[in-house]
């Protein structure tokens, strides 16, 4: 990534004044990252930024409250921490916001399938749009536009909305606002009975690790969450198709008019189930209600938490 | 009207204490008629309502969820019907994404003196749940359990 070196220059210079900075490097093999904690000037050289840099780091900064914290942030991750400020969850102060336009992420599930078993993965480089992986003494060249994340095809903010130290130049959304949800209108182009059995199939898959919950930004309950909660018992313990989607909607319902789409529930999950697909309708209906986007003011009030007396997009109920 | 065996659909109602359940009580008070079908949850008010206990009514067998409160501008907690308002409206468009009728679900404002409004509610809803016939069920190793569940409900 060719703003890497300015970047690292960057946190240099603010690195004395935090606690940490929350960055990328390279993970257990060169095809994946991993988030990296920078607390000495050291570790600053092992920060890596490019397209395997999946994961949204503001879910770490809720738990880091009342540090000082740096963070290197995508468009989509930058959301995330304009909607912790909205909800008063994080403090302006206290976070520092390096942003740098972002050209997309991989999605490792695409990768896995395009790969097969390839074996050890000995390097990864990114080069005139597509991924070069060697694996098992091979060269295996990808497409970017094949093994990108989907949520990057309807990316409408490349570029960090909210930074302190943005690195490169700002560049323009490669699609138009309304094609984001395209494959919303496909799915809601199914009939009726084909949704829910589309649902109990997916839910089916569900193992119930909570990986979607423990990545999502906006899931600051911790431990409290009501999946765990016996009083009120919403759900039980059972592995049955009821409570795992059931478990999804309060997830759905919990982010109502907060979720950013950063997709990080549905890369988070191991079955590979559709989350984004509820979390896109909910947003669909609420931008459409109430012309709201999450993530994008910080001085906004969600529109859940708030109310007009006369509701322009609501028609009164005739009966 | 007795319980008619096999006719009647699971309907659950959320009603607001302050209006709705009083509506409901006056139209019980001057003997309308009134299907059956409709089982009564009496909340503190609409703004109480977690639109996930009729996310969780639907997943559990009921074949309708109505949501009835004050009208607005009339709550008694002055603004709990307006939040309501808002996450019931939401609520009802998200529904047909999980494949469930968007008719399945209604929220309305019945006053405590509506005693005729809510006969007209009640009548319409049911008749409309009745059109679109039972709800979608959880099929699998659950399927059974939900039936108890249901034949607990009427």
Known sequence: ?????ELKDSIRKALPDLDVVIAWSSGFDPLHATPHFIRRDED???????????????????????????????????????????ENLIKREDVTI????????????????????????????????????????????????????????SCQYPNALLADHFVGEKISPSVAEEEGYDDLAAFENMPLDERFAFWQKEMDRCIRCYACRNACPMCVCRDHCLAESRDPHWLSQEDNVRDKWMFQLIHAYHLAGRCTECGECQRACPMDIPLLLLKKKMNKEIKELFQYEAGVDPAATPPLLSFKMEEENIKEREW | MPVLKGKELRIVGFLCNWCSYGGADTAGVGRFTQPTDLRIIRVPCSGRIDPLFIIKTLMNGADGVLVSGCHPRDCHYAEGNF???????????FLPILGFEPGRFEYTWVSASEGQRWQQVVTRFTEQIHKLGPAPKIAGPEASKTLRQMEAAL
């Open chain 2, 83 to 93: 939040y309501a308002r808002r996450r019931l409206e939401v609520l009802h468009r």
């Open chain 1, 44 to 86: 600053i050289d092992r920060l890596e930024i490019g397209p395997l840099c999946v994961h949204n780091l503001a879910t770490y900064l809720p738990g880091l409250r009342g540090k000082k914290v740096g963070i290197v942030v995508k468009g989509c991750d930058s959301r995330s921490v304009i909607e912790l400020l909205q």
């Open chain 1, 1 to 5: 990534m060719k703003y890497q070196q």
């Open chain 1, 98 to 153: 390096f942003g740098f336009p972002c050209t997309g992420v991989v999605d490792q599930t695409k990768v896995r399938k395009a790969l097969g078993n390839a074996g050890r993965v000995d390097f990864c480089q990114v080069a005139s749009q597509t991924l070069v992986v060697g694996a098992g003494g091979t060269e295996h060249k990808l497409r970017l536009s094949k093994v990108l994340a989907d949520k990057c095809f």
